[in-house]
């Protein structure tokens, strides 16, 4: 019998699920970055959807990391480096993706009249 649960329960997201995420959307926008002062009405659109994505995966692997922290604190020096690297994953993921979103997003919406 096939298992019915949805990809979306949010049970089943862990960090490295949505660190991942984060990484397959902000490789496409590095891409698109280099092409969007070329062609700004072709790629825009697609390029802000991918930061988009980008920034709320680093929000949520940070926010997500600071919880594992703080609700298991005792758990060992051990963990202290792969914290350590998902908050540097999640701030480099989502850091950039929202100051270029601030750069884009107001002229973007602009163009659309509102």
């Not at 490789?27 to 802000?48: H, K, M, N, S």
């Not at 999640?90 to 979103?101: Q, R, W």
């Amino acid at each position: 019998m096939r298992n019915n649960r949805l990809m979306f329960d949010p049970a089943r997201w862990t960090i490295n699920r949505i660190s991942g995420v984060g990484c397959a959307a902000a490789l496409p926008a590095l891409l698109l970055w280099l092409l969007y002062p070329e062609w700004p009405d072709l790629v825009g659109w697609p390029f802000i959807l991918l930061l988009a994505i980008a920034a709320g995966s680093g929000m949520a692997t940070l926010t997500l990391t600071v919880r594992d922290i703080y609700n298991r604190s005792g758990r060992g020096s051990r963990l202290r480096p792969i914290r350590t690297f998902d908050l540097i994953l999640g701030l480099t993921l989502a850091v950039p993706s929202l100051v270029e979103l601030a750069a884009i997003l107001p002229e973007r919406v602009s163009v659309l009249g509102l």
